[in-house]
Nanobody, 124 residues
Framework: QVQLVESGGGLVQAGGSLRLSCVASGRTFSRNDMGWFRQAPGKEREFVAT????????NYADSVKGRFTISRDNAKNTVNLQMNSLKPEDAAVYYC?????????????????WGKGTLVTVSS
């Protein structure tokens, strides 16, 4: 089992920045691909970004490419999401995820572990 706890959400103005963090505990963290999904009110949950267990490979949704950066620190069992140039459409609950079953292209499928989420609100 892996437990994931997110933090760092909050209210920010459009154009601003936030940094989300996720602390993992339980099964060995460093061997798992990690990532972030998000879900806005009334919308389906969507992929945001993933990072490989080594940190050497990362993937992003087209909607956040160039604005968001995912990183991890295996020594601290953390994965971070730096979000810059935030837009109102980025507002959502952001979920830390771990251990995809497989990838379809760059899209992770069947994330085995999910955090409870942290709310990001972007005012226009």
């Amino acid at each position: 089992q892996v437990q994931l706890v997110e933090s760092g959400g909050g209210l920010v103005q459009a154009g601003g920045s936030l940094r989300l963090s996720c602390v993992a505990s339980g099964r060995t963290f460093s061997r798992n691909d990690m990532g972030w999904f998000r879900q806005a009110p009334g919308k389906e949950r969507e992929f945001v970004a993933t990072i490989s267990w080594s940190g050497g490979r990362s993937n992003y949704a087209d909607s956040v490419k160039g604005r968001f950066t995912i990183s991890r620190d295996n020594a601290k069992n953390t994965v971070n999401l730096q979000m810059n140039s935030l837009k109102p459409e980025d507002a959502a609950v952001y979920y830390c995820v771990s251990d995809p079953a497989y990838y379809t292209g760059n899209y992770p499928v069947g994330m085995r572990y999910w955090g409870k989420g942290t709310l990001v609100t972007v005012s226009s």
